[in-house]
C-alpha cells in the first residue's frame, strides 16, 4: 500500500487469510480419546490442483493505488471511524507508566553526557545513479558462489537481490542450504503469477536453472507438498527436471507440537513451526532425515520413537494430558491439521510413516532426490556459479555469540551458509551480498534492540493490534517531526508526550505505532499480523555483520525516507544499568556512562538490554521523492546524482560501517531498484584504493608483457570505474586477486570498447573509482 489518495479516506482492514489447503480439522469431544482405536493405515488427502485457491494477480500486473506524487500527504487516523480508542497504550497506562519511568530515569543520567566526536562528522561523498550491469554484474562475473544474507533481523528485503542474481544466465543453481519453513520469499513468475515460498529456491520458476535444497534445511514434507509443491502443481509448472531435495532433516508433527509446549504460556511468541526442536534433535542426532523414509524402516521407527521421549516428558513436566494439548492447539491457527492429528493417533510412529508414505514415498509429486552438496561441488569444478539463498539474517543465527540466546535458526550467517553447502573453501571465490533496510529498520520476536523506539517486548506486553495504532488519531508529518525534533544535541532521545484527540501517549510508543501503519512501511508480520518493532538504522550492529560478511550491502526500502522532513542514525551505544550495576562481556567492564561505537567490540545482549542509541541526524528528501513511481523520479533525466539528503545517509553509512552499498529499493516491486555507484571514488576507503590502482596500472604501462592481449593498445572500459585501460593495465591491478583466466573472462565480457578519445592520464586514472 502507498499513501492515501485523501486524508480522509478510511484505511483498508487487513486481509483474511487463505483458506487453508487440507480439508477441515477434527472436532473430538473429551469423552472419546478413551475410544481411539489403532489405526493400521492412515488416508491423507493430497489436495487436487483443481481444488486449489486462484493464484494471486502478481502486483506487477495490478494498478497501483500510489498516487501520482509522493509528496506529503497527511494520513490521520480517525479513531471514531476505525476503533474506540485502545487503553493499553495511553500515557497513563500501567505498560506505557512502567515504560516512561524508566525513560524518564535514564535521561535524567544520560542528559548531560558530553557529545562524542562522531557526531560532527560532515558527510561529503556523492552517490551517481548507475545500472544492474555496471554494479551487479561484475560481482557476479569475479565470483563463482554468491550469497544474499540478511545484515539485521530478518524481514529486510533479500528477495529483490536474490532474483536479480538468479536469472543472471552464468549462475546455473539456485540452493538453499540450511533453515526451514519458518523463511519465506515471494517470487514472480514468468507469466506475473506471484508464489510464496519458504524452501524452494527463486529459480525454482526459470527454465534451465537447476534448484536444490540441501542436506541442512529442515522440512516438514507435508507443509512442503501442501503450501509450496501445490502452486507449482496447480500451475502446471514442470519443476521435476529443475528441483531437487537432499537428505534434509525431517520436522515431525512432535516437534511442531514441542514448539507450542515450549511456549505454552505465550503461544502466540512462536511460529509453531518446529525450528528450535528439530534443530535440538539434529544436535543431538536423533530424528529422522529423507533417507530414513525409503530405508530399513525397523530401524527408522526405532529413531522415532526415542525423539518421541521429549514430546512425552515435556507433556509431564507441564502437567498436562494428551487432551488439553488437542484442546489448545485446536484452538491456535498455526497448527496444521496433521499435527492435531498426531495427538490423537494411538500409535504414533505408525501415524507419522502412513503420512510419509502418502506425501513422500508413494507421491509422484514430490520432487527428486539428490546429493546437493556432490551438485554444488561438482557446478563449481565445471566452473558454473552458485547462488546461496540466505534465510533470516546474520543476527538470528545461533551462531551470532552476542545475540546466541535469542537466535530462532542455525548458522544463518554467510559463513554458516557456506559451511552447509559442503563447498571446498579453497576452491571456492566468493561474494556475500548483505541486505538491510531503512527508514524503519525491523524486528521481531525477543531480545535486545537499543535502537527501537518501543522495547522489543513492549507490543506484546500491551498485546498491541494494528486497530490499536489506527485508534490512536495520529498525523504521521506532526508526530515524525516531535519525534526526531527530541533528539538532543548530544545524540540521546528525550523522552516526551504526545496528545491526540484520541489520548496521550509516550512519544516514542506514538512514533513506533505511526511507522508501523505508515501506508509505505506497514510493518506488521506476514503470517501473524503482529506489530513489528522499528528503530533507527543501526550502524553498530551493522559494522559488525560488515566485518563478518563483507562490505557489499542493498539496502530495501529507501524510499521510505521520501516522507521525512527528518531521520535518525545510531552511531554508538551509551550503556546505562538503572541499578548502576557493572557488567563484563569477553573481558571488558561495561559501566554507566561506557560508550560502545561503530566498529569496536560488541557486547552480548545481556548488555546490549542496558544500551541507549546515540543518534546522529540527516536530513529526510521530501522535495526529491526517489519512489519508482513518483512524478519527480519518473521525469529526472537519467542516471542523476543522487539527491544530497540521500547522498549524506548513505555516507554516514558507509563511513561508520565499511559498507559499500551497491543499491538502495525505491518501490516493492522486483524491478524497482537503484544501483549506485560512488562519484570520484570519495569516502574513507575509496581513494587509497584508487591511488593503488592507479600505481598498479601505471607500473604496467612501463612494463609491457611479451604475450600482451590488449590488441596492439585497444583500451577497454572497466565497468568498475568507468575508466578506459589496456588489457596490460587493467590486468596489473587484478592479478593476485583473480586468476588470468578470470581477469581475461572480465576483459573479453564486460569491459566494452572505449570509444575513440583522448587517453587517460595516470592522473586521471588515480582519481576515479
Excluded at 64 to 82: G, I, L
Excluded at 119 to 138: D, Q
Excluded at 192 to 210: D, E, I, Q
Excluded at 518 to 537: D, K, L, Q
Aim: aromatic letters at 8%.
Amino acid at each position: 500500500g502507498r499513501l492515501a489518495e485523501s486524508r480522509r479516506a478510511p484505511l483498508p482492514s487487513a486481509s483474511p487469510p487463505p483458506p487453508p489447503l487440507s480439508s477441515a480439522r477434527v472436532s473430538v469431544a473429551p469423552a472419546a480419546m478413551a475410544n481411539i482405536q489403532r489405526r493400521p493405515t492412515l488416508e491423507v488427502p493430497i489436495p487436487d490442483p483443481k481444488d486449489l485457491p486462484s493464484p494471486d494477480p502478481s502486483p506487477r500486473k495490478s494498478c497501483s493505488p500510489t498516487p501520482k506524487s509522493r509528496a506529503h500527504t497527511d494520513f490521520e487516523m480517525h479513531w471514531e471511524e476505525q476503533s474506540t480508542p485502545s487503553c493499553r497504550l495511553l500515557y497513563s497506562s500501567d505498560e506505557s507508566a512502567e515504560l516512561v519511568k524508566a525513560r524518564k530515569a535514564a535521561y535524567a543520567k544520560l542528559k548531560d553526557l558530553e557529545p562524542i566526536p562522531e557526531l560532527s562528522y560532515k558527510p561529503t561523498a556523492k552517490f551517481m545513479e548507475s545500472s544492474k550491469e555496471a554494479v551487479l554484474h561484475p560481482l557476479i562475473k569475479r565470483a563463482n558462489v554468491l550469497m544474499v544474507a540478511g545484515g539485521f533481523f530478518g524481514d529486510e528485503g533479500k528477495g529483490k537481490t536474490v532474483d536479480a542474481i538468479a536469472v543472471h544466465p552464468a549462475v546455473k543453481i539456485v540452493a538453499r542450504v540450511n533453515s526451514g519453513e519458518n523463511a519465506g520469499h515471494t517470487v514472480i513468475g514468468p507469466t506475473g503469477t506471484k508464489y510464496a515460498f519458504n524452501l524452494c529456491p527463486s529459480g525454482v520458476l526459470t527454465p534451465g536453472k537447476r534448484n536444490a535444497i540441501g542436506p541442512e534445511c529442515v522440512m516438514d514434507p507435508v507443509s512442503f507438498m501442501e503450501k509450496e509443491i501445490s502452486q507449482l502443481t496447480r500451475d502446471s509448472v514442470d519443476y521435476k527436471d529443475r528441483l531437487f531435495v537432499g537428505n534434509v532433516h525431517i520436522v515431525g508433527p512432535h516437534h511442531k507440537l514441542l514448539d507450542l509446549m515450549n511456549s505454552w504460556k505465550a503461544p502466540n511468541q512462536s511460529t509453531i513451526m518446529g525450528m528450535g526442536p528439530v534443530h535440538a534433535s539434529k544436535a543431538k542426532r536423533k530424528g529422522l532425515r529423507m533417507d530414513h523414509l525409503f530405508n530399513d524402516r525397523a530401524d527408522a521407527r526405532r529413531r522415532l520413537e526415542a525423539d518421541l521421549f521429549d514430546y512425552h516428558g515435556t507433556l509431564k513436566n507441564l502437567g498436562i494430558t494428551e487432551q488439553e494439548l488437542y484442546d489448545k492447539a485446536k484452538d491456535n491457527s498455526k497448527v496444521q491439521k496433521h499435527v492435531l492429528d498426531f495427538i490423537l493417533a494411538e500409535d504414533k510412529a505408525e501415524y507419522t510413516f502412513s503420512l510419509y508414505d502418502k506425501y513422500v514415498v508413494n507421491n509422484p509429486q514430490f520432487p527428486p532426490r539428490a546429493d546437493v552438496s556432490h551438485m554444488l561441488r561438482q557446478a563449481i569444478k565445471d566452473g558454473e556459479k552458485v547462488l546461496l539463498e540466505g534465510p533470516q539474517s546474520y543476527w538470528l543465527s545461533n551462531a551470532a555469540e552476542k545475540f546466541w540466546d535469542s537466535g530462532t535458526s542455525a548458522h544463518t550467517c554467510a559463513a554458516g551458509m557456506l559451511a552447509a553447502s559442503r563447498l571446498c573453501t579453497t576452491g571456492v571465490r566468493p561474494v556475500v551480498i548483505n541486505i538491510h533496510k531503512t527508514p524503519g529498520s525491523s524486528r521481531v520476536g525477543s531480545g535486545a534492540n537499543p535502537v527501537a523506539f518501543v522495547p522489543q517486548d513492549f507490543w506484546s506486553k500491551c498485546d498491541a493490534k494494528k486497530d490499536d495504532f489506527y485508534s490512536m488519531s495520529m498525523d504521521w508529518r506532526d508526530v515524525s517531526k516531535k519525534f526526531f525534533q527530541s533528539i538532543q544535541p548530544n545524540g540521546i532521545v528525550e523522552p516526551q508526550e504526545y496528545t491526540t484527540k484520541a489520548g496521550t501517549y509516550d512519544l516514542g510508543v506514538a512514533m513506533a505505532a505511526a511507522s508501523c501503519i505508515h501506508p509505505a512501511h506497514s510493518e506488521f508480520g506476514v503470517t501473524s499480523g503482529r506489530p513489528r518493532v522499528v528503530g533507527f538504522f543501526d550502524c553498530v550492529l551493522h559494522a559488525e555483520a560488515m566485518a563478518a560478511q563483507g562490505p557489499y550491502c542493498s539496502i530495501s526500502a529507501f524510499d521510505r525516507g521520501d516522507d521525512y522532513d527528518e531521520y535518525g542514525v545510531c552511531i554508538a551505544y551509551v550503556f546505562n544499568h538503572p541499578e548502576g550495576k557493572s557488567m563484563v562481556s569477553n573481558g571488558r567492564v561495561f559501566e554507566n556512562g561506557t560508550i560502545i561505537k561503530a566498529g569496536e567490540q560488541l557486547p552480548t545482549q545481556a548488555i546490549l538490554t542496558f544500551c541507549h542509541p546515540i543518534i546522529k541526524k540527516v536530513r529526510g528528501w521530501r522535495e526529491t521523492p526517489i519512489f519508482a513511481r513518483s512524478e519527480w523520479w519518473k521525469n529526472r533525466n537519467a542516471p542523476i546524482e543522487m539527491p544530497e539528503p540521500i547522498c549524506e545517509l548513505l555516507d554516514i553509512i558507509e563511513h561508520f560501517t565499511g559498507a559499500k552499498v551497491i543499491s538502495i529499493g525505491n518501490g516493492p516491486k522486483g524491478d524497482e531498484t537503484i544501483y549506485i555507484k560512488k562519484k570520484g571514488g570519495g569516502g574513507r576507503e575509496g581513494k587509497p584504493e584508487a591511488k593503488a590502482k592507479g600505481k598498479a596500472k601505471a607500473k604496467a604501462k612501463a612494463t609491457p608483457s611479451p604475450d600482451a592481449k590488449d590488441g596492439g593498445g585497444e583500451r577497454r572500459v572497466d565497468p568498475e570505474d568507468g575508466v578506459a585501460y589496456t588489457f596490460e593495465e587493467l590486468s596489473a591491478y587484478y592479478t593476485g586477486k583473480y586468476k588470468k583466466k578470470a581477469i581475461a573472462e572480465y576483459w573479453e565480457s564486460e569491459c566494452s570498447v572505449a570509444k575513440s578519445g583522448p587517453k587517460k592520464s595516470k592522473a586521471s586514472a588515480k582519481g576515479r573509482r
